[in-house]
């Protein structure tokens, strides 16, 4: 059976804190048989878990650490260099997609029919999946500005402003999006008589230690952009919430996160 887990934060620091104190008491260790260190490491993984942060955008934005000899996870400067890998549809020579890509010019990648054909009759089971894409075809839409201008218009009462990351082509390549999911809702606040913003996050797979704070107080920065181009007095920031079957972290961090909470390092 498994064994989810539900978090409730006040900030960033303080979900990432308290995930990694629950992690060695919820999680489950396993070796990495494909992904990220596979045949070479093995990582403490929880089966399932949820993430409510109440004020993300309580600064600062990266976990505080006090411990001697542990490195912070993250800086601002990691966050400022993020950044553009959200906002923008520019890929690197070296990337195969970027997550600004997806939710500001997404493009699909048409495979030849040969390859096609060599891929669902030839392959033998264990084989690896190295097709490369023939054809980029763009769909012509920017799903962030859409889902900005219609924000733009009042229109909050949807569950429609979806920015999705994940394609199922992304099953033909080696590295696969970790975020597939950026979904909005604005809900009516009657304590302050206005709407909030607020974020819900799907990762398939998720690097506990040093992943996650990246990942929220960028998305956190990306949320705070939309609110400043929407542009409406009736709008502020809400919440955040972010979901997981795969959040972990790796041996490699392990010893870090020992000593965050006061345990043997081995």
Same mark, same amino acid.
């Given at each position: 059976m498994?064994? @989810?887990?539900?978090?409730?934060? %006040?900030n960033i620091s303080d979900a990432?804190?308290?995930?990694?104190?629950?992690?060695f008491r919820h999680g489950s260790e396993y070796a990495v048989q494909k992904g990220s260190f596979e045949n070479e490491d093995k990582r403490l993984?929880?089966?399932?878990?949820?993430?409510?942060?109440?004020? @993300?955008?309580?600064?600062?934005?990266? @976990?505080?650490?006090?411990?001697?000899?542990? @490195?912070?996870?993250?800086?601002? *400067?990691?966050?400022?260099?993020?950044?553009?890998? /959200?906002? %923008?549809?520019?890929?690197?020579?070296?990337e195969t997609y970027t997550y600004g890509e997806r939710i500001n010019n997404p493009k699909l990648r048409v495979i030849e029919n040969e390859? /096609?054909?060599?891929?669902l009759l030839g392959r033998k089971e264990g084989d690896e999946i190295r097709i490369k894409p023939a054809t980029e075809v763009s769909m012509h839409c920017n799903p962030l500005e859409m889902v900005i201008q219609?924000?733009?218009?009042?229109? &909050?009462?949807?569950?429609? /402003? %979806?920015?999705e990351i994940g394609m199922p082509s992304d099953l033909q390549i080696s590295d696969p999006p970790c975020l597939r999911l950026i979904d909005t809702k604005a809900r $009516?606040? *009657?304590?302050?008589?206005?709407?909030?913003?607020?974020? $819900?996050?799907? $990762?398939?797979?998720?690097?506990?230690?040093?992943?996650?704070?990246?990942? /929220?107080?960028?998305?956190? %920065?990306?949320? *705070?952009?939309?609110?400043n181009c929407i542009?409406?007095?009736?709008?502020?920031?809400?919440?955040?919430?972010? &979901?997981?079957?795969?959040?972990?972290?790796?041996?490699?961090?392990l010893k870090y996160a020992k000593m965050l909470t006061h345990q043997q390092a081995e």
């Open positions: 498994l064994n @989810p887990v539900h978090i409730d934060a %006040t990432w804190h308290q995930a990694i104190y629950a992690i993984e929880f089966d399932s878990v949820s993430i409510r942060i109440r004020n @993300p955008g309580e600064r600062p934005l990266i @976990p505080i650490i006090d411990v001697p000899g542990i @490195p912070p996870p993250s800086d601002q *400067e990691k966050i400022d260099e993020y950044l553009p890998y /959200l906002l %923008t549809d520019i890929v690197q020579k070296n390859k /096609l054909k060599e891929f219609q924000y733009r218009k009042g229109l &909050f009462g949807q569950n429609q /402003l %979806t920015m $009516f606040d *009657e304590s302050i008589g206005k709407y909030r913003l607020h974020f $819900f996050l799907y $990762f398939r797979s998720w690097d506990l230690w040093g992943g996650l704070p990246l990942n /929220l107080a960028g998305l956190q %920065t990306m949320k *705070e952009h939309m609110i542009d409406r007095d009736d709008l502020v920031d809400g919440e955040m919430h972010a &979901f997981s079957k795969g959040l972990h972290i790796y041996g490699m961090s």
